[in-house]
C-alpha cells in the first residue's frame, strides 16, 4: 500500500531530471519525506545514480545504490512536479548487498508518465540526508498505442573503457535521443574478465585513455570485484543520464562470470580461484544486486522470464547460460544433458508462454544468436559456444532443442515471433527462410544482432545453414580494418524497433553510434 504525503508544491522538468541523472543526484525544490535538518558535510551520497527495469502496466522496479549504511525512501507520482506523491515503504541498504536496494512498486496506472525518487537517510545519523535522485519511465498501455525501444549487449569488454576524453559512452546519449519505452540489454552487460588498462595505443597513433578502477585491473573473482564491474559502468555519465530517464529490461551471458562459460570451462592462470560454480555463484548474486530485474522470491536466481508491454507486444528473456551442458563438439544426435542449453523447464514455460500470449508480436530476447557459428576457442576453431555447430546437416547437439521449439511454435500456430540478440560485436539482419533449410519443419521468421554497446567490433561470422538463415545485412569490420576495433572506429551498434498502434507493422532498423539508419525493414503481422 502507498502513502499519499506530499502537498505538490514542488516542481521538477523533464529536462531537469535529465541534466541531474548526469550527476546521479538531483536537488529537488522542496523536501522529501525525511528529517528537514540535513548536515550537508556528512550526507549520503548515490555514486550511481538511479535505475528502473522490469515495466509492465501496473508496475516497475526501481533501483539505487547509497555510498553507506542507509534507509532509502522511494516515492513515485504520475506529474514531475510530484503532486499525489504515493510513498513506498523504507528498505535498508546496507553492507550485505553493497549498499544496493531495489523495490517492485506495484499499483501504477497503465500508460502513465511515472516521475519516481529516492532519498538516503544514514543510518547513523538520522540527520544526515543525501540530495534525491530522479528517475522516470512511461508504464505499458493496456489499449494499442505506439511503441518504441532499443536493443543491443556488450557494454565496457575487450579492455575499451570510459575515456572521458572521447565523450565515454556516448551510444547511450545516442539511443535516448529516441526516446523509447525501454531498453533491452541483451547481456554481457558488464565484462568480469575483461582487465581495463590506463593507456592504449591505437593504429592512428592516438591513445585511448581509459578510467581505471581496482576492481577493473584484474579479472573478477571475489563479490566485490564482481560488484565492481556494474559499479564502473555507472561512473559513465552517459549511462546514468540513460538509465534515469529509460527502463532497462536485462539478461546476462557470459561476461558476467568470464568468457565462455560453461561447466566444462578450464580457468587460466589470471585466476587464483578455479572453481567456475563458486564464481558464477558470486556473479549471479552481483547481477542481481546491480540490476533492475524483479526477482521471484520463489525463484532468486531466475533470468528468463516474461515482459508484457501491452496488447501489440510480450517480449520473452532467454537465459542461454544458466542451463546449459559443457562447451564442446555440438554433435549429439539425441537430446541428453550434453546437448541441453534451455534446459527442460525453460523450454517449456517458453513454450506454455508463447502459445497462451495474446500479443501481437512475440518478441524473444535471446543473449545469443541461433544461426551463427560462434566457435568457443575462437583461435583453433574448436568447440562451440552458441547453438550452431558448423555443420550444414540435421539438426545435433543444441540444435535439437530449437529444432523442437521452432516445430512446436509452427504446430501451435504462433504467428510473429520475432528475434532480437546481440553477443557477437557487430549488427546483422537473417531472414530464415525453411525453403533454404535442412530442417524445414518451422515457419520462416526474422533475428536481428545488434551490438556492440561500448566494446571491440568483431566478426563478420559465418551462418550454419541448418535452419536456413538468409544474411540480409550486416556491418562489421573489414579484413583492412581487423578486429577488436576500439569505439573510436565508430562501429558500435543498437537496433531501433517501432510498432505503429494503427497498422501493428513493426519496423525494425539497425543503427550505429552515430544514429545512422544503416538497415531497415517494415514487418507487417500475419493474422491468426
Known amino acids: 500500500m502507498t502513502i499519499q504525503i506530499f502537498d505538490g508544491r514542488t516542481s521538477v522538468s523533464r529536462r531537469t531530471l535529465l541534466r541531474g541523472a ?3 543526484a538531483l536537488a ?5 519525506a525525511l528529517p528537514a535538518f540535513v548536515r550537508a558535510a556528512s550526507r549520503p551520497t548515490i555514486p550511481g545514480g538511479v535505475q528502473s527495469g522490469d515495466i509492465a502496466a501496473d508496475r516497475g522496479v526501481f533501483w539505487a545504490r547509497a555510498d553507506r549504511p542507509a534507509r532509502a525512501h522511494f516515492e513515485w507520482s504520475t506529474t514531475d512536479s510530484f503532486k499525489d506523491v504515493h510513498r513506498l515503504p523504507a528498505v535498508d541498504a546496507l553492507p550485505d548487498t553493497d549498499y544496493a536496494v531495489k523495490i517492485l512498486a506495484r499499483g501504477l496506472p497503465s500508460d502513465q508518465e511515472i516521475f519516481w525518487r529516492v532519498g538516503f537517510t544514514d543510518l547513523n545519523d538520522v540527520n544526515a540526508v543525501s540530495e534525491p535522485a530522479v528517475g522516470h519511465f512511461r508504464t505499458a498501455p493496456t489499449q494499442k498505442r505506439d511503441i518504441s525501444f532499443t536493443w543491443s549487449g556488450d557494454t565496457a569488454g575487450q579492455g575499451w573503457g570510459i575515456d572521458e576524453s572521447r565523450g565515454g559512452m556516448t551510444i547511450y546519449s545516442t539511443m535516448l535521443k529516441h526516446r523509447p519505452d525501454f531498453f533491452i540489454h541483451s547481456g554481457d ?4 574478465d575483461g582487465v581495463i588498462e590506463a593507456e592504449v595505443e591505437l593504429p592512428d597513433g592516438t591513445k585511448w585513455k581509459n578510467i581505471v578502477t581496482p576492481e577493473k585491473s584484474k579479472v573478477a573473482e571475489t563479490l566485490d570485484e564482481y560488484r565492481g564491474q556494474y559499479k564502473y559502468n555507472l561512473m559513465d ?5 540513460f538509465n534515469a530517464a529509460v527502463p532497462m529490461l536485462a539478461q546476462w551471458d557470459d561476461h558476467e562470470v568470464t568468457n565462455n562459460w560453461s561447466s566444462s570451462k578450464q580457468l587460466g592462470d589470471a585466476y587464483k580461484e578455479k572453481s567456475i560454480e563458486l564464481l558464477s555463484a558470486r556473479a549471479f548474486r552481483a547481477f542481481h544486486e546491480m540490476m533492475p530485474i524483479a526477482t521471484d ?25 544458466t542451463y546449459r551442458g559443457p562447451n564442446g563438439d555440438n554433435l549429439e544426435a539425441e537430446e541428453g544433458p550434453n546437448s541441453m542449453y534451455l534446459g527442460a523447464d525453460q523450454r517449456a514455460w517458453l513454450k506454455r508462454e508463447l502459445k497462451a500470449s495474446k500479443a501481437t508480436w512475440k518478441v524473444i530476447a535471446a543473449d545469443m544468436p541461433l544461426g551463427l557459428v560462434v566457435w568457443d576457442n575462437a583461435k583453433d576453431k574448436k568447440g562451440f559456444e552458441a547453438i550452431a555447430n558448423n555443420e550444414p546437416g540435421k539438426p545435433l547437439g543444441r540444435e535439437l532443442e530449437f ?6 511454435i509452427k504446430d501451435s500456430q504462433i504467428r510473429n515471433t520475432v528475434w532480437l540478440t546481440a553477443d557477437v560485436h557487430y549488427t546483422a539482419a537473417h531472414y530464415y527462410d525453411p525453403e533454404k533449410a535442412v530442417f524445414q519443419d518451422f515457419d520462416p521468421f526474422w533475428e536481428f544482432v545488434s551490438g556492440p554497446l561500448h566494446s571491440g567490433t568483431f566478426g563478420p561470422g559465418d551462418l550454419d545453414p541448418t535452419f536456413g538463415p538468409q544474411l540480409r545485412y550486416a556491418k562489421a569490420p573489414t579484413a583492412e580494418q581487423g578486429q577488436n576495433l576500439s569505439p573510436a572506429a565508430g562501429l558500435q551498434f543498437f537496433g531501433h524497433v517501432q510498432i505503429a498502434a494503427d497498422t501493428e507493422v513493426m519496423t525494425v532498423t539497425l543503427r550505429d553510434a552515430a544514429d545512422a539508419a544503416l538497415w531497415s525493414t517494415d514487418l507487417t503481422p500475419v493474422k491468426a
Open 297 to 321: 522470491l520463489s525463484e532468486p536466481q531466475r533470468v528468463y522470464r516474461k515482459v508484457a508491454y501491452g496488447p501489440m507486444l510480450d517480449v520473452f528473456f532467454l537465459d542461454m547460460r
Open 28 to 32: 529537488v525544490a522542496g523536501t522529501l
Open 237 to 241: 555519465a552517459n549511462v546514468r543520464t
Open 22 to 24: 548526469a550527476t546521479g
Open 189 to 192: 552487460t558488464i565484462y568480469a
Open 403 to 408: 529444432a523442437d521449439l521452432l516445430k512446436f
